[in-house]
């Protein structure tokens, strides 16, 4: 017997439901400043535009990085941006106790800003089109600002990033979202990035190279092969989109699947646990895994080998450490060089989902990664590269990858690859998946899962360190669903 908890049944402050109120017209809005069609010409244009040329270099190729002769380390000559270190780790959990690893060392925290202004009685956000070295397809839609405070503080004598003032100096404009958010634990330690949302009301100047559209045009590029970045992705997460009462903004029509999506964003509808015992949930994760990490020299790491192009695990598996030369006229500066993350493979980000009592549940992980800040955050159902695991033993295998790998056409939901951030990771993409299961699979689950309704993720994303970037980006494609996008096969 599956018992609901009520929601809050607090209706928000007037204001604060007006902000999900007009966030949800904008989600339901397709054709903005710019109709879908001209904003797929826009996007092309700049695919043309924004020439850009990416090559693999040696290390000792690199320009203004250097290899320090006593650890092996990877570091910029002005000592920020981030270098490329080693990491020991210990868990108490899980079928590897021990091991090390190369990981990027960036502890400056960046800023990822989305400028938000109403037009013609419907809220848009400021996008840019953005090449990064990493992207696998060229150009990507991002944030207004997506810098490092290195980028920033122009540490590269380039030229100065757009907008950033909006996110500098907040006075006179209404901040909907500021929240610092992980990223890939995995692969960064401690890394933090402000995510935030301004309101502007005063006349915004638009440069070569951004657009304004609205949040229902985002919810339908979320559908297409690669195009949203992982920036735009995690700041479009902290919308406050979850209110009570919102369900009544969208008309239900005959998608039972839809419905329930709608009705998770609801605070006012049940939720299988309620926030108090989720929180106690995570608060006992993290007190019962002990996870002990120290950075070392990057030539202590065992089981990884360095040559002249690249670090690689004896395995062969997981990522591997490279460096490359990129030239590129739209950004700051025209060229550069640096280390980077190149994954093995394709990874699987996945969540599976159920409807209980009409309102969709989505089941999470609490998921131990060696970067995190605070032991564990809430991970998808899913998340691994399938490939990792072909020399570890089989107790290694994540769980519920068989449902993802053999769930039936009809059951998958969301079906798009998109890529992680491409600033320092090398055409490192993902297939992201929703796939709904029945009403009476998965009653019962793992001691590090649970079920959650959207609106309990979207207000734990409030806060920082609880749900994970992989979470975060499909917390945006569930958001989509709730306009009737459904994601492609890529």
């Not at 080693?86 to 021990?98: Q, R």
């Not at 007190?287 to 062969?316: C, F, Q, Y």
């Not at 072909?390 to 969301?414: F, I």
């Amino acid at each position: 017997m599956v018992h609901m908890t009520s929601g809050t049944g607090t209706r928000l402050r007037t204001f604060e439901r007006a902000v999900s109120v007009r966030i949800a017209e904008s989600a339901l809005t397709l054709n903005g400043v710019l109709r879908m069609e001209r904003l797929h010409r826009w996007l092309t244009v700049r695919k043309l535009k924004e020439a850009f040329d990416v090559r693999r270099i040696a290390f000792e190729q690199l320009r203004k990085w250097s290899v320090a002769p006593d650890t092996g380390n990877l570091a910029h000559e002005s000592g920020k941006f981030f270098s490329v270190e080693g990491l020991s780790v210990a868990v108490s959990d899980g079928p590897v106790k021990e091991w090390s690893q190369p990981i990027l060392n960036q502890p400056e925290v960046g800023i990822l800003g989305i400028l938000v202004k109403e037009i013609d009685g419907v809220l848009h956000c400021l996008m840019q089109s953005k090449m990064e070295p990493g992207n696998a397809d060229g150009v990507q839609l991002s944030p207004t600002v997506q810098a490092t405070r290195s980028n920033y503080s122009q540490v590269h004598k380039g030229r100065p990033v757009p907008y950033l003032h909006y996110f500098r100096d907040t006075a006179g404009h209404r901040v909907l979202a500021d929240v610092l958010q992980s990223e890939q634990g995995s692969w960064f330690y401690r890394k933090r990035n402000r995510n935030m949302i301004v309101e502007v009301t005063t006349d915004v100047e638009v440069i070569d190279g951004f657009c304004w559209v609205t949040i229902g045009q985002l919810h339908s590029l979320l559908s297409e092969y690669d195009l949203i970045n992982m920036d735009a992705r995690t700041v479009l997460s902290c919308l406050p989109f979850s209110a009570a009462g919102i369900a009544s903004l969208f008309s239900f029509g005959g998608d039972d699947f839809r419905s329930s999506v709608i009705r998770s964003f609801s605070e006012d509808n049940g939720s299988l646990h309620s926030s108090g015992d989720v929180l106690s949930w995570i608060t006992e994760s993290r007190v019962g895994n002990d996870v002990a990490t120290k950075l070392i020299p990057l030539d202590e790491t065992t089981g990884w080998r360095r040559t002249s192009h690249a670090i690689t695990h004896e395995s062969e598996a997981f990522f591997d450490i490279i460096a490359v030369d990129v030239s590129a006229e739209s950004r700051e500066v025209d060229g550069w060089s640096q280390p980077m993350i190149s994954p093995r493979s394709t990874g699987l980000v996945a969540f599976l989902v159920k409807r209980i009592s009409g309102v969709l549940h989505v089941l999470v992980n609490a998921r131990v990664e060696p970067g995190y800040l605070d032991v564990i955050e809430l991970a998808p159902t899913v998340q691994c590269s399938p490939e990792n695991y072909g020399h570890l033993p089989p107790d290694a295998r994540p769980a519920y990858l068989d449902d993802v790998l053999e769930a039936p056409e009809g059951a998958v939901r969301y079906d798009t690859i998109l890529s992680e951030e491409g600033g320092r990771f090398f055409k490192a993409q993902n297939r992201y998946l929703v796939i709904e299961v029945g009403d009476g699979e998965h009653e019962e689950v793992r001691r590090d899962f649970r079920w959650l309704t959207v609106h309990q993720l979207t207000a734990l994303i409030r806060h920082s360190h609880y749900v994970n970037v992989q979470a975060r980006s499909l917390v945006a494609c569930l958001h989509s669903l709730s306009c009737g996008v459904a994601g492609g096969n890529g």
